[in-house]
């Protein structure tokens, strides 16, 4: 496939940012990812070659956070069918691109525990804590991908140093990881019509919550969201 006939959502994230017009961005602009893109270079495991599966794998599902991250309208969305799209993880609720809008990945991913109260949380406030915990970045890549279209079945990891507080337990400076494995339904022009993902997030939060309680509690200032 010629470089002008592929799809843009499965390009690389900066021609994604950089083909967008008019869109309406979540803070009223584009995301800035040098400081997360800097830190992927230094301690990514994977270097895909372009236009591998891996790699447009690793794209798809990196304009697929872009977009849930930044985009307010579902509709200006490349990498999904809006009227078709569902995200599900660990087999519980089904989500739609409007729910992950109004509520934020983090949220849908994390639900109810000891630990977290998705509840408790807004978008802003739940991206907030995350990039002050993370605050050089919470890299994701493609590990391995077992299948390819339409049932794209992946392996992933997502990481960050443990650098800043979390709901009161000081940070361990530690590189704090996630694997897990998705499945994703897509359509010939490789736009996801529904993915689901599995991981543990008990051991995350547990390793979240291994540092020693935090003496006094304050407020994040910073209203910028933590991106991929």
Not at 10 to 26: G, H, K, N, P
């Given at each position: ?13 900066e021609?994604?940012?950089?083909s ?24 990514a495991?994977n270097?895909?070659?372009k ?7 690793q ?10 991250t930044?985009?307010?309208k579902p ?9 078709e ?14 729910d ?23 978008f ?54 996630i ?8 359509t010939?022009?490789?736009k ?36 991929d």
């Amino acid at each position: 496939m010629a470089e002008n006939e592929t799809p843009i959502q499965i390009q690389d994230r900066e021609t994604v940012l950089d083909s967008d017009s008019a869109i309406v961005w979540r803070y009223g602009k584009r995301p800035d990812y040098s400081k997360t893109d800097r830190t992927l270079r230094a301690q990514a495991r994977n270097n895909h070659p372009k236009g591998s599966l891996e790699d447009v794998v690793q794209n798809l599902v990196r304009t697929f956070e872009v977009e849930a991250t930044y985009k307010l309208k579902p509709e200006q969305w490349t990498s999904i069918v809006l009227d078709e799209f569902r995200m599900v993880t660990n087999n519980c609720e089904e989500y739609t691109a409007e729910d992950i809008v109004a509520h934020g990945t983090y949220n849908l991913f994390l639900g109810e525990s000891e630990v977290y109260s998705s509840k408790a949380e807004t978008f802003e406030s739940s991206n907030e804590l995350f990039k002050s915990t993370f605050p050089t970045g919470f890299i994701w890549e493609v590990e391995e991908v077992y299948s390819g279209p339409p049932k794209v079945v992946f392996k992933w990891r997502h990481w960050g140093k443990f650098e800043g507080p979390f709901k009161g337990h000081q940070p361990t400076e530690k590189i704090v990881e996630i694997t897990g494995i998705s499945i994703a339904d897509v359509t010939e022009d490789l736009k996801i019509r529904r993915v689901e993902h599995f991981f543990d997030t008990r051991n995350f939060l547990g390793d979240l919550t291994s540092g020693d309680k935090c003496p006094f509690v304050g407020g994040t200032k910073t209203s910028e969201q933590i991106t991929d």
